[in-house]
């Protein structure tokens, strides 16, 4: 309490207490009943706790303060040695019905965990009527899930307060609006203060005859996610596995380790393309990234393919008779290749022979066969 002169003493607290909780506290604060109550609401964002991208609910802690004039409540300082403001607890004065119109878990603002914390709650009163509570509490809202640009993904969340009772006459404002620069920061999502905004909105309902109006703010704000975690490490090893996937082409036929070494790269990426769906939200909202996946997995699985393919034209009998079409379109280009190599070179071998492309009993190696598909499969996948 602040006083102005003199002491304070317990009579004087006693009778301005009996005198201000002597009215009750169903009744609207106004002398003229049928004038409204507005209610100036601020917003304060303490810290974001959890947000899911599948389910689009945020947890966060906040704190709103209420600001409202009460005409039963005002006093002559006077009267009661120079005190000008004092306090009253919740459950014995009048304070505004809100809720939280998309809430989750509970819509009502007074998140009260206990007994204690309903009486230690307090209504603040000045002498010329000015009230103001603070609250504070953990909620749970819904969001607009976005996921397109993931991990550079940016989600929109709206605190919608509303008065649920039409009939008590309140109406809403936001004067003093959000702060969010006391908030404690999230590890994973960030608001930018740039996409902070307020809004009012009114909808009237047709109600036992009558048009009434009911009050609506909202606090919106975008999180946005801290992407250099899902960066470094979700999509810049699959990156790296992709080009590592690529060098299968350059271990040596005879080796032995080129299926091997295809197929757990392969694995390898099916595990990092597992971890990274499981952020992401099972709808029809299908994000950038998670194209590039099922991408660089077709691309994976082209790889091992023509891996497998290139060990066959490698060991193939030099002698066989029979070949099928991939193997006689690998030897065109195989001919075609090595007549436009010799035609600079201005060297004349059999390879420019007048012998069909296509005869299989043509004078060449598969095993020079297998390294120029070796090459070509880089050429095809770098350029």
């Known amino acids: ?45 303490n810290t974001i706790q959890d947000y899911d991208e599948i389910s689009g609910n945020l947890v966060f802690t906040a704190s709103f ?3 409202w ?5 005002m006093w002559n300082p006077l009267n009661y040695n120079g005190i000008i403001n004092t306090q009253l607890p919740i459950m014995k004065t009048w304070v505004p019905a809100l809720v939280l119109r998309n809430g989750v878990n509970q819509n009502s603002l007074f998140t009260f965990s206990n007994m204690m914390d ?20 953990q909620y749970q809202i819904t969001c607009d899930s976005d996921v397109t640009r993931y991990p550079y993904d940016e989600h929109r969340c709206i605190i ?3 008065t649920p009772d039409v009939l008590s006459g309140m109406t809403l404002s936001s004067v003093r609006g959000m702060v969010f620069g006391a908030s404690i920061g999230n590890a994973e999502w960030a608001i930018p203060l740039t996409s902070v905004n307020v809004y009012h909105r009114n909808q009237t309902l047709h109600l036992m005859g009558f048009n009434l109006t009911a009050d609506e703010i909202g606090f919106s704000f975008t999180i946005k996610r801290e992407y250099l975690f899902p960066f470094l490490n979700i999509i810049l090893p699959i990156i790296i596995l992709m080009f590592s996937h690529c ?6 036929v005879v080796s032995g380790e080129r299926t091997s070494f295809s197929f757990t790269l392969l694995l390898t990426f099916v595990v990092y393309m597992t971890a990274a769906l499981e952020q992401l939200p099972p709808s029809n909202n299908i994000s950038i990234f998670n194209i ?6 077709v691309f994976s699985i082209h790889i091992t393919i023509l891996v497998v393919f290139s060990i066959q034209i490698f060991y193939k009998d030099k002698d066989s008779i029979n070949c099928g079409a991939p193997f006689k379109v690998i030897l065109f280009l195989y001919h075609c290749s090595c007549k436009i190599c010799f035609r600079k070179k201005r060297i004349v071998d059999k390879c420019t022979s007048h ?4 005869d299989t009993n043509a004078n060449h190696s598969w095993k020079k066969v297998s390294i120029f598909f070796d090459k070509l499969c880089l050429f095809y996948f770098f350029c």
């Open 118 to 137: 309903i009486e230690t709650t307090m209504v603040t009163y000045t002498a010329d009527g000015d009230a103001v509570l603070n609250i504070f509490g």
């Open 69 to 73: 004039k009460d005409e039963f409540k």
């Open 160 to 162: 919608s307060v509303w």
């Open 355 to 358: 012998q069909s492309v296509y």
């Open 247 to 252: 060098l299968v082409f350059f271990l040596p």
């Open 292 to 297: 590039f996946l099922f991408h660089q997995f």
């Open 65 to 67: 303060a209420f600001f």
């Open 1 to 45: 309490m602040i006083v102005v002169q003199g002491i304070v003493l317990h009579n004087d607290m006693q009778t301005l207490y009996e005198s201000l909780t002597n009215v009750s506290k169903h009744i609207k604060p106004r002398i003229n009943q049928s004038q409204p109550v507005n209610v100036d609401v601020m917003f304060v964002m």
